[in-house]
């Protein structure tokens, strides 16, 4: 049972990253999912959801508009596209399963830097 994060990276201000975590060992489809991050010296900080049910969508004001959560169920996937990347979207971001108790990954590092 886990979840691996990847597709982090060094990126201009304005730029664009996808994504990417494979969850394995448990019935993804059943899950809402979501992304975290967080930043230096920071709280952990809630970033989008997308539910199980019907794939609603929700996310933290500091990335709507700019940020899209979405999901692959037949390949256990959830991604996150992020755009018009800013300095202060800098931190680890991390996939959960809500309500899964399904231990945290290690994280894929997203730095936003010119």
């Known amino acids: 049972v886990q979840l691996v994060e990847s597709g982090g990276g060094l990126v201009q201000p304005g730029g664009s990253l996808r994504l990417s975590c494979a969850a394995s060992?448990?019935?993804?489809?059943?899950?809402?999912m979501t992304w975290h991050r967080q930043a230096p010296g920071k709280q952990r900080e809630w970033v989008a959801t997308i539910t199980s049910a019907d794939g609603s969508t929700n996310y933290a004001n500091s990335v709507k508009g700019r940020f899209t959560i979405s999901r692959d169920n037949a390949k256990s996937m959830v991604y996150l596209q992020m755009n018009s990347l800013k300095p202060e979207d800098t931190a680890v971001y991390y996939c959960t399963a809500l309500s899964s108790g399904i231990p945290w990954g290690q994280g894929t590092q997203v730095t936003v830097s010119s």
């Open positions: 060992g448990f019935t993804f489809s059943k899950y809402d």
